[in-house]
């Protein structure tokens, strides 16, 4: 057995890896942004019609989209407007959906997970 197969991984250190690694700083409207992202990894499914927050059918919501696209959280077929979670983007999406790790992010006592931090997101 290696040192790497002895460290614990924590799930909420995953996520965080992937929301500072591939999407933002934690400065500003921090826990704001990690409201939106929730809600938006919530919605999809995304499908102009339906699913799709009004805030999302903007330019600037667009942009988030494609900011979510590129981290791998979603993809799309001819229209950013009709995205779907990826495999990571529902990981991510459990991961903020469970209680005692939303609130690990909400009083800021998530770490870096040892385990993930040498393996892909």
Do not use: Q
């Not at 197969?5 to 933002?24: C, P, Q, R």
């Not at 999809?44 to 805030?55: A, F, G, I, S, V």
């Amino acid at each position: 057995m290696t040192e790497e197969d002895t460290k614990e991984h924590h799930e909420s250190g995953w996520a965080y890896l992937v929301i500072f690694n591939d999407l933002m700083c934690g400065c500003g409207l921090y826990y704001d942004r990690l409201v939106l992202l929730n809600e938006v990894l919530n919605a999809c499914p995304l499908w102009e019609t339906e699913n799709t927050p009004e805030y999302l059918r903007t330019p600037l919501g667009e942009w988030f989209l494609c900011l979510l696209d590129k981290a791998g959280l979603i993809e799309h077929g001819s229209s950013i407007g009709g995205s779907w979670l990826t495999n990571k983007g529902i990981r991510l999406r459990d991961a903020l959906n469970d209680e005692s790790i939303w609130e690990e992010f909400m009083n800021d006592t998530v770490g870096l997970c040892e385990h993930c931090e040498t393996k892909e997101n």
